[in-house]
């Protein structure tokens, strides 16, 4: 059964750069899918941020593409979300999920969330 | 981008009866889209597909329907694990993939 867990610094300081990292157990990232980062600003709705393909091919949300970087490492079966001089505005619950792909883009599993603070 | 809305924003409806929860979209999305329940402290979880498939492990009392710019999720005869938040999302043109902004299903 696939799992995805979020890791990363709950508190980041306005300017700097938020890194987060999710580990896939129990499917290869190289067997295919997307990879995708989605967040929830508290007691709003959810926003995509960008998916990644094995392949390394991104897609990112215009509204922060200038700032969101999305990267995959096989070797570790884990793929990461930067995103640089964060302001509050980015504090929310970050999420990894698995994107179907082929034309089908929602997402069947994702992690538990963790929440990112951005406060000085 | 394709800018999703739902209606309504909150929906009060007792146990055992049902509930019509409506996404309605910006331009045409085809039968591109999902639906998601969240409940509080969890990750939202797939409930519908391709606007009409449940997802694996779905009761089939969740139904989704529609196609275009007009989607509705039925619930029919609510049981208390339903109420939660209801998310639209579209992945027709994209990107953005795009959610609305919720339904809080509440118990009335």
């Known amino acids: 059964q696939v799992q995805l867990q979020e890791s990363g610094p709950g508190l980041v300081k306005p300017s700097e750069t938020l890194s987060l990292t999710c580990t896939v157990s129990g499917y290869s990232i190289t067997s295919g899918y997307y990879w995708g980062w989605i967040r929830q600003p508290p007691g709003k709705g959810l926003e995509w941020l960008g998916s990644v393909y094995q392949s390394g091919s991104t897609y990112y949300n215009p509204s922060l593409k200038s700032r969101v970087t999305i990267s995959v490492d096989t070797s570790k079966n884990q793929f990461s979300l930067k995103l640089n001089s964060v302001t509050a505005a980015d504090t929310a619950v970050y999420y990894c999920?698995?994107?179907?792909?082929?034309?089908?883009?929602?997402?069947?599993?994702w992690g538990q969330g963790t929440l990112v603070t951005v406060s000085s | 981008e394709i800018v999703m809305t739902q209606s309504p924003a909150t929906l009060s409806v007792s146990p055992g009866e049902g509930a019509t929860l409506s996404c309605r979209a910006s331009?045409?999305?085809?039968?591109?889209l999902a639906w998601y329940q969240e409940k509080p402290g969890q990750p939202p979880r797939l409930l519908i597909y391709g606007a009409s498939t449940r997802a694996t492990g779905i009761p089939a009392r969740f139904s989704g329907s529609g196609s275009g710019t007009e989607f509705t999720l039925t619930i029919s005869s609510l049981q208390s694990e339903d109420f939660a938040v209801y998310y639209c999302?579209?992945?027709?043109?994209?990107?953005?993939?795009?959610f609305g902004q919720g339904t809080r299903l509440e118990i009335k």
């Open positions: 999302q579209q992945y027709n043109n994209w990107p953005p993939i795009t």
């Open positions: 331009q045409s999305v085809s039968s591109n």
């Open positions: 999920a698995r994107i179907i792909g082929s034309g089908s883009y929602y997402s069947d599993c």
